[in-house]
């Protein structure tokens, strides 16, 4: 039998379209840490957007039409049978449109006409198994696995580890976690508390880990989006945090974007720095401030890093 | 969990007499005071089938009022009138004219799905939520909320090129909505992003947002979608009786000649 070990390291890699353009640092780092892993990404060929939250407010089965176009790409003309996404909004999309195809008949018809007209295959749930970035390294790689390989620490940086909405719920469309010890919680997820632990910092305890940071409304209710996010900075600090994780591009630029927002609008200013969780791992893993795109992120942590000598 | 309650007994629906006198006894000041009745008539029978018949409000009939939607809910701790619970009973009796009072904060339904996480009946509030918002803007109670301006202008794109993006996206955001790129706080972000980028990635993004990122072969997908798109529309409106209401709406104004309006 093959364990997720081996089956994670070479994996199918969509990386989205928030990584081909503001989230150019999570992408970036994703693969450095790859690399630095010795896992491999091999991008799905020619991919599309998964819809994000907006196609499914227009029509939820057009979502998982296009979501399944991704599947259908990596199992069949590559042969691939884990796809990874290190975006909550992707990752989300991909496990939807897999329930929905292992459940609904009609998702399955409309998938199968639409998959047909356009003239490639049709994607059959379970043809691959979608992850997320950070399954990926825990199941890759492990806890023990990444310490064996650390060039450096994160020094005992204290950390607020923020997974957002899309991780983990609603609960039914990840039914491999909530499954006991050594899988995923959804009411308490861990992975990058635990990843994070391996390398070094200290997480503090975070009531806020899946509060939401208003992202649907990031443009279209900003105040809204605004006094959210305020919450998740405050609440950070608050937990003696110095920085906050992000796993999700999407999270990630609502959390840089509203810190600004809260702080020239309504003169709200909050100091704790906004990180992916891959450069953190990549800065342990020995690679440079630049490697992982510490100086392409709104929230300018480069000095605070030299000065924790982590950078 | 508590019910989150929502008086049904409106402020100007309470009368106090400040001065009262009945059978010789003085009720003056809140001794006085009484509910007028209220009796309602205009029910839409007809309003939980509608709901159901669009993405999203297919399992509102399963709601049996627990609360937890309320009590998870993102969006009511901000706003104690935003109230899933609330609108979902309203929706099931039918109570068109009492949705309608709260019209322009249900789209606020930030999506975050802790109702759904919550709710032991399978509603899928949040769904209920993007329904009712859609049967609002159909029905033409609202004009398109931000957020459906939104939605409908990076599905644009998805269906045109397959792929987003983020620049473009915003821009014809605030241009459909009327707003101006000129706000500080947008400025100060722009700023913060341009201190450090390297040039090669800055010329990226600017022709990203001239030349828009694309999907190769994505024709056909394109064609498949707009169609199906088309449909779905036809099907939505029929549930809804919308085609109905318009060519009863045309009968009535009469026939319309060339060269002369529709209202005369
Ligand atoms: S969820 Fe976001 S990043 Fe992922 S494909 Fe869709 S738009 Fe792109
Ligand atoms: S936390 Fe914000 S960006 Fe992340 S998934 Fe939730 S709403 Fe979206
Ligand atoms: S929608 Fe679900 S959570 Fe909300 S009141 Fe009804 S049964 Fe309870
Ligand atoms: S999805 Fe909408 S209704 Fe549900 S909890 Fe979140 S904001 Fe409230």
């Known amino acids: 039998m093959t364990t997720a070990k081996d089956k994670y390291q070479k994996v199918a890699y969509y990386p989205g379209c928030a990584l081909e353009g503001t989230a150019h640092s999570y ?21 599309n957007c998964c819809g994000a939250m907006e196609v499914k407010n227009i029509d939820p089965k057009l979502q998982t039409y296009l979501s399944s176009r991704v599947m259908a790409i990596a199992a069949t003309e590559m042969k691939m049978d884990v796809v990874m996404a290190p975006c909550n909004g992707c990752y989300h999309n991909l496990k939807k449109a897999e329930y929905d195809l292992a459940h609904d008949p009609t998702s399955v018809e409309v998938v199968d006409r639409l998959s047909q007209k356009a003239g490639h295959a049709t994607y059959e749930a379970g043809q691959v198994e979608t992850i997320h970035a950070l399954d990926w390294i825990m199941h890759g790689i492990g806890e023990d696995g990444l310490k064996q390989r650390l060039k450096g620490s994160l020094q005992g940086l204290k950390v607020a580890n923020y997974y957002g909405c899309m991780y983990t ?8 976690k909530d499954k006991g010890p050594g899988t995923e919680s959804t009411s308490k997820p861990h992975y990058m508390d635990d990843l994070l632990g391996a390398a070094g910092a200290v997480n503090v305890e975070f009531p806020l ?28 600090e608050a937990a003696g945090a110095e920085v906050i994780a992000t796993e999700c591009p999407t999270c990630h630029s609502g959390l840089e974007m509203h810190q600004v927002r809260a702080e020239k609008k309504f003169g709200q200013p909050t100091k704790v ?13 020995g690679l440079s401030p630049r490697q992982v795109g510490v100086h392409e992120n709104i929230s300018d942590s480069l000095g605070f890093l030299r000065e924790k000598g982590i950078a | 969990m508590p019910i989150h309650e929502q008086s049904l007994i409106r402020p100007e629906n309470l009368t106090t007499h400040d001065q009262l006198v009945v059978d010789g006894v003085d009720v003056s000041g809140h001794w006085s005071t009484f509910i007028q009745s ?60 009492e949705i309608l009072r709260d019209k322009d904060i249900i789209w606020q339904c930030v999506s975050c799905n802790k109702c759904t996480y919550a709710c032991p009946r399978d509603v899928v509030p949040e769904g209920v939520m993007k329904a009712l918002s859609h049967w609002l803007e159909l029905k033409g109670h609202v004009k398109p909320s931000p957020s459906m301006v939104f939605d409908e202008v990076f599905s644009e794109q998805v269906f045109q090129h397959g792929k987003i993006e983020e620049g473009r996206v915003m821009q014809r955001f605030f241009k459909r909505t009327g707003q101006s790129l000129n706000q500080p706080w947008l400025i100060e972000m722009m700023r913060r992003m341009l201190r450090h980028l390297p040039v090669g990635m800055l010329t990226k993004l600017g022709l990203a947002t001239l030349v828009a990122p694309r999907t190769s072969g994505w024709s056909g997908a394109r064609a498949a979608i707009e169609e199906y798109v088309h449909e779905q529309e036809h099907k939505r409106r029929r549930a809804l ?19 002369e309006g529709a209202r005369s």
């Open chain 1, 27 to 47: 992408n970036r780092s994703t693969q450095e840490v790859g690399k630095a892993l010795g896992l491999d990404l091999v991008e799905v060929k020619n991919w």
């Open chain 1, 169 to 176: 719920r609603p609960r039914h469309i990840f039914p491999e």
């Open chain 1, 209 to 236: 880990k899946t509060a939401c940071c208003g992202g649907a409304h990031t443009l279209s209710d900003s105040d809204m989006s605004t006094k959210l996010v305020l919450n998740i900075l405050r609440a950070a």
């Open chain 1, 273 to 285: 720095k906004i990180l992916y969780f891959t450069q953190l791992l990549g800065l342990a893993l």
């Open chain 2, 38 to 97: 209220r009796v309602v008539t205009d029910y839409n029978e007809a309003m939980q089938d509608e709901i159901a018949a669009l993405p999203g409000g297919e399992n509102v009939h399963r709601c049996w009022q627990c609360g937890s939607c309320t009590n998870s809910c993102t969006v009511n701790a901000i706003n104690p009138e935003f109230n899933p619970r609330h609108w979902i009973y309203l929706v099931r009796i039918g109570m068109e004219s």
């Open chain 2, 241 to 259: 009786g919308l085609d109905a209401l318009i060519e009863a709406a045309k009968r009535d104004a009469g026939p319309v000649t060339a060269g």
